[in-house]
C-alpha cells in the first residue's frame, strides 16, 4: 500500500492529471483542490483506463478551481468549502457532487517526534503565534510525562485559497474564542504568524524539513511521509487520532449528506473532530460555453456517476472515508439535474 501511495503523491508533484490514453476524445478538464487529489489522481485515471476518456485535473486549490470555472476554463472545479461567495454570486447556475470524506490532520516535526495531544485552546494559540516554545507550560500540562524540546514553533500555513483552511478554520472557529475573535473561518486568512506555502504538498514538505514546524495537511500527505500527528480534543473531551473509524463517525452526523454539511467539531464520541466533504462542482446547464459538445458533457455527467458509484472502492485505501448510500442516492438526484440545452443528460429512474 505504501508503494502505491508513493506512486499516487509523486504525481500529485505535478499537480496534472492525464486519465487514460494520450489523445484519447473526449478530453474533461477541472481543477481544484488538493484534500482530494491523491483520491482524483486514483480513480481519474481508471475512469479514463476504463472509458478512453481523458480527464486532467490541476491541484491549484479550492478558490482559484472555482475561478477558472466561472472563466468557463475548466469543466468542473473541485473544492471543500460547502459554499463560495463566487458560487453564490451566480444563483442556482451550479450542482455540487460529493465525491469522498477525508480529514485535516496536524503534523509536526520533533526530534524523536513524541506523540502529543492538543486541546482547541492549546491549538489555536499554536497558529495564532501565541504559543512560540515548544517546552510551553500549556502543551506541557496536556502531554504529561513527554520531554517537550525548547525549541522555537514554527507555524506553516497555506498561501492560497484552499479548502483545507476552510475545514480548519471552521474547526477552530467552533472551539475558540480567540481564533474566532481573531481570524474566524475562511478559505484564505491574515495570519499573524507562520510561513505560508502552496498546496497540500508544499505544507507537508515544509513541515518534514524544519525542526519545531507544525502545520495541517490532509490525512494521506501526513501519512504517506511518515509524519507524527497530533491527537486532537474532541467535543466529548476525548482526544482522538484521524484514523478511517475516528472520520466515519465524525461523518455520522451529517445524516442525509447534504452537499452543504459540515463535520467539524463532531459530537459522536470517539469522532476525529477536523473532517470534512469535498466537493466536483459543475454548471447546470452544459451549454453554457460556446463550442462545448453535448457528447463531452455527457461524458462529463457518465464520470460524475463514475466516481459517486464505482469510484468509492478506492477511497478507503487512500485514507478517505466514502460517501454513504443516503449521499450517493442525493447526488445521483442531482445529477439528474444537469442540463444540455435544457434538456437532461442523465435519465431519470422508472
Not at 507537508?204 to 524539513?209: I, M
Not at 452537499?259 to 447546470?284: E, H, I, M, N, Q
Not at 457528447?295 to 464520470?303: D, F, K, N, P, Q
Request: aromatic letters at 8%; charged letters at 20%; a positive charge.
Amino acid at each position: 500500500m505504501k508503494n502505491e501511495i508513493a506512486w499516487i503523491l509523486l504525481f500529485v508533484c505535478l499537480c496534472l492529471v492525464p486519465g487514460g490514453a494520450f489523445g484519447a476524445s473526449p478530453k474533461i478538464t477541472g481543477a481544484g483542490a488538493t484534500f482530494p487529489l491523491p483520491f482524483y489522481l486514483k480513480i481519474f485515471d481508471l475512469y479514463g483506463v476504463k472509458t478512453g476518456a481523458e480527464v486532467r485535473y490541476e491541484g491549484i486549490g479550492s478558490g482559484r478551481g472555482i475561478q477558472k470555472l466561472l472563466a468557463r476554463e475548466v469543466d468542473f472545479a473541485g473544492t471543500d468549502i460547502p459554499a463560495s461567495r463566487e458560487e453564490g454570486a451566480a444563483g442556482d447556475a451550479f450542482v455540487r457532487i460529493p465525491t469522498c470524506i477525508g480529514a485535516v490532520a496536524v503534523a509536526y516535526n520533533l526530534p524523536a517526534n513524541p506523540q502529543l495531544r492538543f486541546t482547541p485552546e492549546v491549538l489555536a494559540d499554536l497558529f495564532l503565534g501565541r504559543i512560540r516554545q515548544w517546552n510551553d507550560p500549556r502543551i506541557a500540562a496536556v502531554n504529561q510525562g513527554v520531554r517537550l524540546p525548547g525549541l522555537p514553533v514554527h507555524v506553516i500555513h497555506r498561501s492560497d485559497e484552499s479548502g483545507t483552511t476552510h475545514i480548519f478554520s471552521d474547526y477552530l472557529t467552533k472551539v475558540s474564542g480567540a481564533w474566532r475573535e481573531t481570524l474566524g473561518t475562511g478559505k484564505s486568512l491574515r495570519w499573524p504568524a507562520g510561513r505560508g506555502t502552496r498546496g497540500n504538498a508544499g505544507v507537508a514538505g515544509l513541515v518534514r524539513e524544519i525542526t519545531g514546524a507544525i502545520g495541517y495537511v490532509e490525512l494521506i500527505y501526513a501519512t504517506a511521509n511518515n509524519m507524527t500527528v497530533g491527537h486532537l480534543a474532541n467535543r466529548s473531551g476525548q482526544f482522538v487520532a484521524p484514523t478511517m473509524e475516528s472520520i466515519a463517525l465524525a461523518a455520522e452526523m451529517a445524516g442525509n449528506g447534504g452537499d452543504r454539511s459540515s463535520l467539524t467539531d463532531t459530537p459522536v464520541p470517539g469522532g476525529y473532530p477536523v473532517a470534512g466533504y469535498t466537493w466536483l462542482v459543475v454548471f447546470k446547464d452544459q451549454s453554457y460555453r460556446n463550442g462545448k459538445k453535448r457528447e463531452t458533457a455527457r461524458e462529463l455527467v457518465r464520470l460524475l456517476q463514475w466516481v459517486i458509484r464505482d469510484g468509492q472502492r478506492y477511497a478507503a485505501e487512500l485514507h478517505y472515508v466514502p460517501l454513504s448510500k443516503a449521499a450517493v442516492q442525493q447526488a445521483e438526484a442531482d445529477l439528474r439535474t444537469i442540463t444540455y440545452r435544457g434538456a437532461p443528460l442523465l435519465k431519470k429512474k422508472r
